[in-house]
């Protein structure tokens, strides 16, 4: 058993050392992104987006997903981005985590601008993105090899601290596809809060989840949130999330994508879901986005009559 | 151990009813030779080191040729997932290629290289390198591009996204690929040496062909036993490996 075991793992180093050595040729002109960062004299806010505007050529002919969007963050807080689906607020994210370049308008990050993504702005995905290759530690594992000055002991430790913060620490060696769909969002988030980013983006990232997961994470998010004060960019289309979650809630609007509202949650934590003022604070919100449906709506109307 | 002992009996019984059948003079001995005449075929050969020999010879242009496929499969898979031009240019050729038959190269092998090794090799590399390429090719383009995004965002960039995501994000393809190729190697070189006769050294296709030259099926049929063999063995040792590890790690069914 123990040879069988000793030859396997012989063979399968033997064999990505192969693979690694057949795949250099091709790789070496393959650009490495710039990361350079570009200093400007005063650091304001956390994250200044700067009249951030995006177009996409769609089939249906050019979509303005994003037009003159400003926006501040402080450091430390909860900001959730609502909208409908197709409203920019995902562009947006992509954008403060350097992942897509904004047309026209800047982000600057502790007032830099950024130019690409980088580990100080971690983002969470609607889909948890983690590697099937790797077990639950390796994907954790895997951002903190890339910080550099840490030792193999000091990440593992990270890692299991982390594991541990987002209760998955019994299943540090399970595969991916063991995981229900709330676990694999819970090593997603450890996998992001591992590398101490100060900004966390999440981009739906429980919208796929079942109601009672997704209210335990809430409840955990803003746990963890109140340990750690990260400041957190949350986007989502449910109100009730948003307003559980956020200190601050921002409207959107699509096309173009805009910021129509924002709304200040002043609500003691933790919030749960079902409390009276919550959902009068979600009611709110609420009569305010279908307004601006509504009228976005009529716009279209108008627009058909127009054309005829 | 249940299963296997019932693996045995099943095969032993096809072996007895071939036997009857020999017994029973269904067909001319010409025709279908005893399994007792196999047997005796391949103890009597491996005794006097002509099958060992001939193995030896045969695993030694296979491994190297497919080798030679894989080294140059990879990054070739690679480049054409990777740019444009390369997979309008060789891409297309290789989708071409795949489907010639890699014995067709024989008579062209046979023109440049001559009587030789090499020709052996330039056959089996053309049987094996084409769908490498194109496994490989198939196995970058169907990583979910969300995978190399949140390696960018933990800071990974160029080529360690693509060694430490992409690589083995596409494995699954790959590992397809590669037992595809090696496959391909076998049948090109099974051909290759049917066709070609070389002086360097007979392989298993060389003694299937004298075999048929003879009239004595007892070796054809004993070197077909040999090829089936080893071909169970690569798929049990090479390949067996990797895939249960991708299939305990990617989840899927046995």
Known sequence: MELKFFCREIFLRFFSILLFLTWLPGLSYLRTMNTEFHYRSEPAEKLAIESVSKTFNGRSGKVHALDQVSLNIKEGEFVCLLGPSGCGKSTLLNIIAGLDPPDSGQVLADGKAVTGPGRERMVMFQESALYPWLDVLGNVLYGLKLKPNLTRSERRKVAHFYLKLVGLEKFVHAHVHELSGGMKQRVALARALAPNPRVLLMDEPFAALDAMTREQLYGDLQEIWGKQRKTIVFVTHNVREAVCLGDRVILFSRSPGKIQDHFDIALPRPRGMNSANLANYAAAIDERLKELLKKEQGELNELKVLNG | ?254
């Open chain 2, 1 to 254: 151990m249940k299963r296997a002992l019932k693996t045995i009996i099943a095969f032993a019984l096809l072996v007895a009813v071939w036997e009857g059948l020999v017994l029973a003079k269904f067909w001319s001995p010409v025709l279908l030779p005893s399994p007792v005449d196999v047997g005796k075929y391949l103890i009597d050969s491996i005794r006097d080191g002509t099958l060992l020999k001939a193995s030896a010879i045969t695993m030694k242009r296979l491994g190297l040729g497919y080798a030679v496929g894989l080294v140059l499969g990879l990054p070739l898979g690679l480049l054409i997932a990777r740019f444009r031009f390369f997979q309008d240019t060789l891409g297309l050729l290789a989708l071409g290629v795949q489907t010639l038959p890699s014995v067709c190269w024989a008579p062209l092998a046979l023109l440049w290289f001559g009587q030789t090794e090499a020709a052996m090799f330039f056959i089996v590399i053309m049987g094996s390198l084409w769908s490498i390429t194109l496994a490989t090719d198939a196995g970058v383009r169907n990583v979910p591009p969300i995978y190399a995004r949140a390696a960018r965002t933990m800071g990974s960039r160029g080529w360690h996204t693509w060694l430490t995501v992409i690589l083995p994000a596409s494995l699954p393809f790959v590992v397809s690929g590669m037992k595809q190729g090696w496959a391909f190697a076998w049948r090109s070189l099974m051909a290759a040496e049917i066709y070609i006769t070389v002086l360097t050294g007979f392989g298993l296709g060389q003694l299937l062909h004298y075999g048929r030259e003879l009239n004595a099926m007892e070796q054809v049929i004993g070197i077909m036993f040999v090829i089936v063999l080893i071909g169970l063995l690569a798929d049990k040792l090479l390949f067996s490996p990797i895939e249960r590890f991708m299939h305990r790690r990617w989840g899927t069914a046995k």
